[in-house]
């Protein structure tokens, strides 16, 4: 009981300081279940790192991960409760900051230029992104695109894990 107390206590603050989505919490994420408590060998996070990424959803699902490894069943629960707890709590109460504010057309006009901004934000970050991809090898940026293009028609992702998997073990068999 007392690891699921602690993994609880543990997950509030990666939740509560996990800004910039999972990816920028795996190094906090990281101190705490290997160095401080030796709860996972760096090994084992990487695993988790890696099930992680290959499951859909946020990449702070770790946190399931890392309870079922201290404390079972009840430590994933608990994790995973713990880490998606206090920004859903936060989000929740700006819903009625949000909805007051949104009468106001001052507050729309902001939102507005706020989403160009981060549509233009995303854009940098996906060129950003596609460059190293594109100078290991351009035909993974193309693979890219062609999965992107696949799922928007309605393919299912099960069948494109699939034809990946395939596709890179067809690539590496073949020496690329």
Do not use: C, K
Not at 54 to 63: E, Q, R, V
Not at 133 to 145: D, K, Q, S
């Amino acid at each position: 009981m007392d690891n699921v107390i602690e993994l609880v206590a543990r997950f509030l603050v990666v939740g509560a300081f996990a800004f910039g989505g999972g990816g920028a919490a795996l190094p906090l994420v990281e101190r705490i279940t290997v160095a401080e408590t030796g709860w996972l060998t760096p090994q084992q996070f990487a695993v988790g790192v890696g099930f992680a990424y290959a499951t859909p959803g946020p990449i702070l699902i770790l946190a399931a991960f890392v309870g079922f490894y201290v404390a079972g069943i009840t430590g994933a629960l608990a994790a995973t409760v713990a880490v998606f707890a206090i920004p859903v709590v936060l989000a929740a109460g700006s819903a009625g900051v949000v909805a007051r504010l949104n009468r106001y057309a001052r507050f729309r006009a902001f939102g507005r230029f706020a989403a160009a901004a981060a549509v233009g934000l995303l854009a940098v970050t996906l060129a950003a992104l596609a460059r190293p991809v594109v100078e290991l090898h351009p035909g993974l940026l193309a693979g890219a695109l062609a999965v992107f293009a696949a799922e928007r028609f309605g393919m299912s992702p099960v069948l494109l894990l699939a034809i990946a998997i395939g596709a890179g073990a067809a690539a590496g068999a073949a020496g690329f």
